[in-house]
């Protein structure tokens, strides 16, 4: 195993355990034809696998890496305020390289962290005029508001704990790849049917969103209470890029919005549910509008921030962060091996601890398996588990 000394970005540690994945994982995700519950205590294997970090770390990332006789095993926590999911990835190849003895680029600091604007270095790449979207601002910053959802946080946990309030519980869900393309094909061809959006192509991620949010509020009593979804958007591709041979790890993450109540969650086919998601998803992507969300942002920096919902604090807002860009399962942790063993990564466990800015809600981190399907770690009600079944059946997702 070769050492390496941690510094103020990555705390790593790698160990080598001579027994196979079967052994190890206490799931197997390879069988099966259907979506599926595969763990219910991810926080176990935070445990398990982000092993040995110091309390007082002051690492951006910790970083933990178990090489098996037969897989890689990648777990991984990091501090969001200053890094999203595309620099954790980025870090984390890097220093892949760097075990490889591969030339890595200089670590240096974001723009803003020197003085500048990160709305000034959005590019011009597009000469479409800005989409139409809500005028409603996702962030609420007036203090005495602030105040006021903090301490409903603070009752909501109080309220969770006494068991007046369904508890929210982190499950590990499979989607095979296959089940995936075949909801989006069937949704696709409703769509087309439909007559509504001529050329709009859903996507695979807007198919697993719209599923996380018919898992969340399917087996709630029906009513008309409103449902904020904030979905994040990367806009580091936007930005005039670093100087060569440097890299900046920085949370280029921006928000749209999309508005639905519970009842059309409950009762709209998924394909509505996820044309609608693209449509948010295609206003706010525009180079305009995430200009616009920024200087917004930055003109309310120094205030504390908390997300708005017009649903109040009840549940907070529900979220999923796509991470399936990322390609995990490609990478080399041989350096770290006395053996130069290379098994590949077949698992990952992200660990992304949220501050108090961000109320207690159903959020969801999305990944590639590395075999054409998902894993998707998220929150729910234990009614929403129990109803995972029922929920996930076709006729129940087109509303048939």
């Known amino acids: 195993m070769r050492q390496f000394q941690c510094g103020s970005t990555v705390d790593f540690e790698d160990r080598t355990l ?211 979804y904030i979905g994040p958007i990367n806009y580091r591709a936007l930005l005039e890029p670093a100087d060569p041979d440097t890299y900046y790890p920085h949370n280029s993450v921006t928000f749209l919005l999309c508005q639905f109540s519970e009842r059309e969650l409950q009762t709209e086919s998924i394909t509505k549910v996820a044309a609608r998601l693209r449509m948010a998803t295609i206003r706010y992507r525009h180079p305009a509008s995430i200009k616009r969300e920024i200087s917004r942002f930055e003109e309310k920096l120094v205030a504390p921030a908390m997300q708005d919902s017009r649903g109040g604090v009840k549940w907070g807002v529900p979220m999923v962060s796509p991470w399936t860009t990322f390609d995990y399962t490609s990478l080399d942790f041989s350096g770290a091996s006395r053996q130069a063993r290379k098994p590949q990564v077949v698992f990952v466990n992200p660990s992304v601890p949220l501050t108090l800015g961000r109320l207690p809600s159903p959020i969801a981190f999305n990944l590639k398996d590395g075999a054409g399907g998902y894993w998707l770690r998220g929150a729910n009600t234990r009614a929403g588990w129990e109803a995972f079944e029922k929920l996930i059946d076709m006729d129940s997702l087109f509303c048939s």
């Open 18 to 228: 001579k027994q196979d994945l079967a052994a190890v994982l206490p799931f197997s995700w390879r069988a099966g034809t259907a979506p599926r519950i595969i763990f219910d205590d991810p926080a176990g294997l935070d445990e398990k696998f982000l092993f040995n970090v110091p309390s007082n770390s002051t690492s951006i990332m910790k970083l933990r890496v178990t090489i098996l006789n037969d897989a890689t095993l990648l777990c991984f926590s990091f501090t969001h305020a200053l890094c999203d999911g595309s620099s954790a990835y980025h870090v984390i190849s890097y220093f892949c390289d760097l075990l490889s003895d591969k030339p890595v680029p200089k670590f240096v600091l974001p723009p803003d962290a020197t003085g500048k604007r990160i709305s000034e270095l959005v590019r011009k790449v597009s000469t479409e005029p800005l989409p139409a979207q809500p005028e409603q601002d996702i962030f609420v910053t007036n203090r005495l508001t602030v105040l006021k959802f903090q301490a409903k946080y603070l009752l909501l946990r109080l309220s969770e704990v006494l068991g007046l309030s369904p508890l929210l519980t982190h499950r590990t869900v499979h989607l095979p790849g296959s089940w995936v393309d075949d909801v989006r094909s069937r949704a696709q061809k409703e769509l087309e049917s439909s007559g509504e959006h001529l050329g709009m192509q859903l996507t695979r991620n807007d198919i697993i969103t719209a599923l996380y949010l018919k898992l969340v509020y399917g087996a709630r009593k029906p009513n008309d209470d409103p449902v904020d």
